[in-house]
């Protein structure tokens, strides 16, 4: 359910902070991405050395991570790297810190640079949960759409019983996991996504194809099934692995990949054509190997292959269809054309003139080209790109 969320569990001076051990192991065992921020006061309660160990990964504690290198805790970096953040428990002090926008230490900085939901499980004695400082500094927090959870009631450090104590680990468990599970409005709809190059045979032996490995479409399949969806992925010939649950169908000619679209494009709620589909191919497959009989080849006479995206625009009713398009010149207008005439909702842009974006690489840079606007993206690994396009589809769908 978690697997690959990326959560950043922040930990303030209180009692409760023993508790966030098992909370920190649960969402690891369930395949999060855990990092641990602490407050100064919280390393009196838990060592960042047992924090480290669960999650596998460093814990961060102060802006200088390092005195003698000067190597510092890049408070931004985390605050976007982020899918969630849970601050558990959080103390009255950096309560009152996050209603004034304080920042005297990370975990305040990282608040502060947080582009992800945050939830936060207060925790402190009856007194102070009580006050009206916390009272109000609650609300406001409330207000600003911060996911507050409720005190629990019972025995308090202080030996007096009431309201304060910080919900159980497995309480706030489930509500990172209903955050995960409610998230994506991707859940339960029908994509069917294209990926990788088509061939074109010339003989039974030899073809005309291109440079695509799919690593594009099937980073965006793996990320659409993470979020809920129903998938059906239209691959051509690739080495790449299969991911889990969604079914796979292998098509090897563009007139192939046309008629598998076919099929399934009534029932889906939105194509993602990511596949190098050739444009055209030879208009006779000759049925025996060609033989190496004179001295030049003659020439292969080439027929157009059918348009699957064009096809799917003009039959388009309710799908949102998404298409890419790889440019060497003129990439924003021709990009604006495809979008247009193939009735598209996004068209994702690659430019061959970017570094570390095209063919064979783990990254890639695009552009969004919507019909009223355009968004140029950093260069990002295709699993993040992925994770961006996908975002986009569910403001769409
Ligand atoms: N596409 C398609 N069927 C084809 C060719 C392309 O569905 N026979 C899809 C691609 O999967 C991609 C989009 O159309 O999503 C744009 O493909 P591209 O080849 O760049 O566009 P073309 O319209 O073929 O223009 P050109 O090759 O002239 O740039």
Not at 123 to 129: F, K, T, V, Y
Not at 324 to 351: G, H, I, M, P, R
């Amino acid at each position: 359910m978690l697997k690959g969320k990326k959560i950043l569990l922040g930990i303030t001076g209180s009692i409760a902070a023993y508790k966030v051990i098992s909370l920190a192991r649960e969402l690891v065992k369930k395949g999060a991405d855990v990092r641990v921020v602490m407050t100064p006061s919280a390393l009196s309660f838990v060592t960042p050395l047992t924090l480290a160990t669960i999650t596998k990964n460093p814990v961060h504690s102060a802006y200088i991570a390092d005195e003698l290198t000067g190597e510092w805790s890049n408070h931004v970096e985390l605050g976007k790297w982020a899918d969630l953040m849970v601050i558990a428990p959080l103390s009255a002090n950096t309560l009152a810190k996050l209603v004034t926008g304080e920042c005297d230490n990370l975990l305040l900085a990282v608040v502060l640079s947080l582009s992800c939901p945050l939830v936060v499980a207060p925790a402190m004695d009856l007194d102070m949960s009580d006050h009206w400082t916390t009272v109000g500094n609650l609300k406001i927090l409330k207000d600003k759409g911060v996911n507050v959870l409720d005190f629990d009631e019972g025995e308090l450090a202080s030996g007096l019983v009431g309201k304060g104590r910080m919900k159980e680990p497995e309480y706030i468990l489930e509500i990172v996991d209903e955050f995960f599970d409610l998230k994506s409005n991707l859940k339960g709809k029908k994509l069917l996504i294209t990926a990788g190059p088509t061939y074109e045979a010339i003989d039974p032996v030899r073809f005309i194809g291109n440079h695509s490995l799919g690593k594009m479409g099937f980073a965006i399949a793996a990320e659409a099934v993470e979020r809920g969806a129903e998938v059906v992925l239209i691959s051509g010939p690739t080495q790449l692995e299969t991911p889990s649950n969604l079914e796979r169908i292998n098509i090897t000619s563009a007139a192939e990949m046309f008629k598998a679209v076919e099929e399934h494009y009534d029932s889906c709620d939105s194509l993602i054509m990511s596949a190098a589909v050739a444009d055209y191919r030879p208009a006779v497959v000759a049925e025996n190997k060609l033989k190496k009989e004179k001295d030049s080849l003659q020439s292969i006479q080439m027929e157009p292959t059918q348009d699957i995206l064009l096809n799917c625009g003009k039959n388009k009713k309710r799908q949102v269809l998404i298409g890419f398009a790889l440019e060497t010149e003129n990439e924003l207008e021709n990009a604006k054309k495809k979008l247009s005439n193939k009735n598209l909702d996004l068209l994702v842009l690659n430019s061959l003139r970017d570094e570390g974006a095209g063919f064979g690489t783990d990254t890639n840079r695009v552009t969004f080209v919507f019909p009223d606007r355009t968004q140029q993206n950093d260069l990002k690994t295709k699993h993040d790109v992925a994770k961006d396009i996908l975002d986009e589809l569910e403001k769409l769908v």
